[in-house]
C-alpha cells in the first residue's frame, strides 16, 4: 500500500486542517450529546444557560429602569412643590407655600428637552351652589389644559379649553370658559350633570363669572368618587385671589427622560421634585443602580459561567484523556487536539447560550407577569430582541476565556502514560 | 537489503527509569524510589523487517515500543530513526515525525468513537492537509485491503473487535509509515481473528519495518525476529534466517538466543 499518499492541494494545508478538524469537533459534540456522555454535555450547556438566562432577566429588568418602560409608562410624571415659604424666595407666603409667576414658569420648563408639557397645580376648597340651591364644598383644581393632560387627580380633564385662555400672558383678561369637570363624587353631591350652571360662593368673585358643568367624569379610577372638580387655573386663581402673583402650589411636569429631573430641581429654589407616585421606584433606586445591576449581572455570568465551564471542560478532558493521547500518539498536533476540544467547549457553550436567551426571555416574561399582577400596572423588564445577541455574545466571551485553561488541561494529557493503560 | 544499509531503528544503551512520586507529598527533598522499566538496550530494526518483542508483563516491551515510536523519552542512551535522535527532537517536531514515519497500533483500537471508520483512518491525513476527496479514496483503499470495504461507514460501535483492530491497523499505515509498532495488536481478539487481523497486517504493511509486543506466540510467528525481553533487560534476541550475528548490536544477544524459545 505505499505511495499512495495524496499531497495537499491549492488550499493551504493549515486551512484544510484546521477546517477539517472543527468538522470533527461538531461531530463529537454531535454524537456526545447524543450518547453515553449526554449528562455532562448537557450539563455543561445548562450550567451556561442558567447564568445567561439570570444575567438577561437582571439586565431586562435594568434596562427596563433605565429605559422608563417600567413604572413610568411612557411619561414620567413630576411634582415640584415648595418645602417652606420664605420671603427671600419666589415663594409666595400664603396658608401654604406656594409658587409665584407659575405660568411663564410651566411655560419655560414646557420648552425643556423630553418635557412634553408642564402645568401649575392650584387647589383650594370651595363652596359651589347648584341650580336647585343645593350648595357643597368640593375641592377646585386648577391647571393649564392640555391635550396631553388626561387625568388629574383621577378626574378627566376632557372638557377644559386647552392653554387656559383667560390667563392671556399674564393680562387676566383673556376669555372667561367657565368650565368645570366635575368628578363623580362632586356630580353626586351636588346633583348635577353637564351643562348645569354652577355658582361660587366666594366673595373675589363678581357677579358676571359664571360657571357650567363642562364634563363629569363618570369613570372607574378611585378618586373620581371624591368630591373634585378641575378647573382653569387662571380662573381658579381669580376665584381664589391668587391671581396677583400667579400663585400655584405645584407643576406637574410630564417628561420622558428622567434625566430631566435635575432641571426641574434648579428651577425654585426651596423645592422638592417628586415623582407621580411618590414611593416609585425611581425613588427608591439610585439612578445608576439599572446600569450597576446589568453590569454586576454581567460579571457574575462571565465568572460563574466560566468557572462553570472550566470546571465541566476539566471533567471531559480527564474523561477523554485516552482519545486525547491517542490522538497525539497518532501524530495528531497540539494545535490541532487545542482545536479540536475548543471547538467542542466552543459549540456546547454556545448552545448554552442559545438555550439561556431562550430561557431568559422566558424569565423576563415570568417578571413581567408576575409584578403587573401583584405590584405594577406596566412591564417591569425589558425584553429588547438586542438582549438575545446580548446572550450568545456573553457565551461566546465565556467560551474564550475557558480557553486557556483547555490548553493547560491538554499540556498535562501524558501520551505514553494513557497509551499504555 | 544491501549489507551497507544502515538500520532504520537503532537503540543504543536505552535505559528508561520511572520515578515514583508517592512521597513527593511528604517530603520534596526525600530520596525517591525509581524502577527501571528497561536497562541498557541495545538493537537495530531494519528496513521492512518485522520483529517481535516477547517477554512477560513488567518485561519492558510496552516501554521499549514507545521508546521506538518517540511517544517517549529515554533515561540515558538514544533511539536513532534513520540517522535522527529522537532525543534532540521537540515535542512538536517528534509528534511530526510520528505523523510522518510512525504507525501505531493499540491493544484497545482506540478508536474515535464519533467518526466512521474511513474518518478514523483518514484521520492523520486530516493533520497532513489532505483534501477530504483524497482522503476518503486513500481510506477507502486501506480498509478494502483489510477486508472493512463494506464498512466503511460504519461506527466503531457498530464493528467487532477484529473489525475495530483492522480499522487500527488501516489507520496506522494511512501515511505510508515507515515504522509500525503495535501494542498486543491480538490482545482482545480471539485466536481465529486474530490469525486473520495478522495475516491482514503483513500484507498490507509490505516494505515497513513492524514492530509488535506481544505474549502470544501466534502473533510473533509472523516476525522475522523475536526480542526476549525479561526485567527490563535483552534476553534474546533470534532471527528465523539465523543470521543473528550481522549487525553489533544484535551480537550481545548470541549467546543466549539459543534459549530464546524457553523465554517466550
Known amino acids: 500500500m505505499a505511495g499512495d499518499i495524496p499531497t495537499p492541494g491549492r488550499i493551504p494545508a493549515t486551512v484544510r486542517r484546521i477546517t477539517a478538524t472543527i468538522a470533527i469537533a461538531a461531530k463529537r459534540a454531535i454524537v456526545q450529546a447524543r450518547g453515553s456522555d449526554a449528562g455532562r454535555f448537557w450539563s455543561r450547556v445548562g450550567g451556561v444557560a442558567l447564568a445567561v438566562a439570570l444575567m438577561l432577566v437582571v439586565t431586562g429588568i435594568g434596562v427596563g429602569i433605565a429605559t422608563q418602560s417600567t413604572v413610568y409608562s411612557d411619561d414620567v410624571d413630576y411634582w415640584i412643590t415648595p418645602d417652606t415659604p420664605g420671603e427671600s424666595s419666589v415663594l409666595v407666603d400664603t396658608d401654604a407655600p406656594q409658587f409665584g409667576s407659575v405660568h411663564p414658569t410651566a411655560e419655560r420648563i414646557t420648552g425643556f428637552e423630553d418635557v412634553e408639557y408642564a402645568t401649575p397645580v392650584l387647589t383650594q376648597v370651595v363652596r359651589l351652589q347648584a341650580p336647585d340651591e343645593a ?42 370658559t367657565g368650565e368645570m369637570v366635575f368628578s363623580d363624587g362632586a356630580a353626586s353631591l351636588l346633583g348635577v350633570q353637564t351643562g348645569d350652571e354652577i355658582s361660587v360662593q366666594r366673595p373675589s368673585v363678581s357677579d358676571d363669572r359664571s360657571f357650567h358643568v363642562a364634563n363629569v367624569d363618570s369613570g372607574d379610577r378611585q378618586g373620581s368618587q371624591f368630591p373634585v372638580v378641575i378647573m382653569q387655573l387662571s380662573e381658579l386663581q381669580t376665584l381664589t385671589g391668587a391671581a396677583n402673583a400667579d400663585q400655584a402650589e405645584q407643576i406637574l411636569v410630564s417628561a420622558n427622560d428622567p434625566a430631566v429631573q435635575s ?41 460563574v459561567g466560566t468557572l462553570f465551564v472550566m470546571t465541566m471542560t476539566g471533567l471531559e478532558v480527564t474523561a477523554d484523556r485516552a482519545q486525547i493521547a491517542t490522538l497525539a500518539a497518532v501524530g495528531i498536533s497540539a494545535q490541532s487536539r487545542f482545536t479540536l476540544i475548543a471547538t467542542q467547549s466552543i459549540l ?35 425584553a429588547e430582541p438586542i ?14 476565556l475557558s480557553l486557556p485553561y483547555i490548553a493547560i488541561l491538554l499540556r498535562r494529557v501524558g501520551v505514553a502514560e494513557e497509551v499504555l493503560q | 537489503m544491501p549489507a551497507d544499509t544502515p538500520p532504520l531503528i537503532e537503540c543504543q544503551n536505552l535505559t528508561r527509569s520511572y520515578t515514583l512520586g508517592t ?42 515500543l514507545h521508546l521506538i515510536a518517540g511517544l517517549d523519552t529515554p533515561t540515558s542512551g538514544t533511539v536513532t530513526f534513520d540517522g535522527t535522535d529522537l532525543k534532540t527532537l521537540s515535542g512538536r517536531r517528534r509528534t511530526k515525525h510520528r505523523l510522518e514515519n510512525v504507525g501505531i497500533v493499540f491493544q484497545h483500537f482506540h478508536l474515535l468513537d464519533a467518526l466512521s471508520a474511513r474518518g478514523n483512518v483518514a484521520l492523520p491525513l486530516v493533520e497532513l492537509g489532505i483534501k477530504k476527496r483524497d482522503r476518503r479514496v486513500r481510506a477507502k483503499e486501506l480498509l478494502e485491503a483489510v477486508g472493512l470495504g463494506d464498512r466503511i461507514t460504519h461506527k466503531p460501535a457498530q464493528l467487532s473487535g477484529g473489525e475495530q483492530q483492522r480499522v487500527a491497523i488501516a ?58 525481553l525479561r526485567d527490563g533487560k535483552l534476553v534474546a534476541d533470534t532471527s528465523k534466517s539465523a543470521d543473528i550475528s550481522e549487525s553489533g548490536p544484535r551480537s550481545q544477544t548470541e549467546s543466549v538466543s539459543s534459549q530464546s524459545n524457553s523465554v517466550q
Do not use: C
Open chain 1, 135 to 176: 350648595s357643597e364644598y368640593v375641592l377646585a383644581i386648577g391647571v393649564v389644559g392640555n391635550e396631553s393632560l388626561e387625568h388629574v387627580s383621577d378626574v378627566t380633564t376632557t372638557g377644559l379649553t386647552p392653554g387656559d385662555p383667560y390667563y392671556n400672558d399674564g393680562g387676566y383678561d383673556g376669555e372667561w
Open chain 2, 171 to 228: 489507520r496506522a499505515l494511512v501515511t505510508n509509515p515507515r515504522l509500525v509498532i503495535a501494542d498486543e495488536p491480538t490482545g482482545e481478539l480471539d485466536t481465529e481473528t486474530g490469525a486473520q487481523v495478522l495475516d491482514r497486517f503483513k500484507s498490507v504493511a509490505e516494505d515497513t519495518a513492524i514492530v509488535l509486543a506481544t505474549h502470544d506466540p501466534e502473533t510473533l510467528a509472523i516476525a522475522d525476529r523475536v526480542i526476549s
Open chain 2, 23 to 64: 512521597q513527593r507529598m511528604l517530603s520534596r527533598s526525600a530520596e525517591r524510589p525509581t524502577v527501571t522499566a528497561l536497562d541498557t538496550i541495545s538493537i537495530s530494526i531494519d528496513r521492512g523487517e518485522v520483529v517481535g518483542l516477547s517477554g512477560p508483563s513488567g518485561s519492558g516491551k510496552s516501554t521499549l
Open chain 1, 387 to 400: 438582549l438575545a445577541l446580548y446572550g450568545v455574545v456573553v457565551a461566546v466571551v465565556v467560551a474564550l
Open chain 1, 263 to 303: 432641571q426641574l430641581e434648579n428651577i425654585y429654589p426651596q423645592s422638592t421634585v417628586e415623582t407621580r407616585s411618590g414611593v416609585t421606584t425611581q425613588q427608591v433606586l439610585d439612578d445608576e443602580l439599572p446600569l450597576a445591576l446589568s453590569i454586576t449581572a454581567f460579571l457574575i455570568a462571565i465568572v
Open chain 1, 348 to 382: 456546547s457553550t454556545i448552545l448554552g447560550g442559545l438555550v439561556g436567551v431562550v430561557l431568559g426571555f422566558g424569565g423576563l416574561w415570568l417578571v413581567n407577569e408576575v409584578s403587573m399582577q401583584t405590584l405594577t400596572t406596566v412591564p417591569v423588564a425589558a
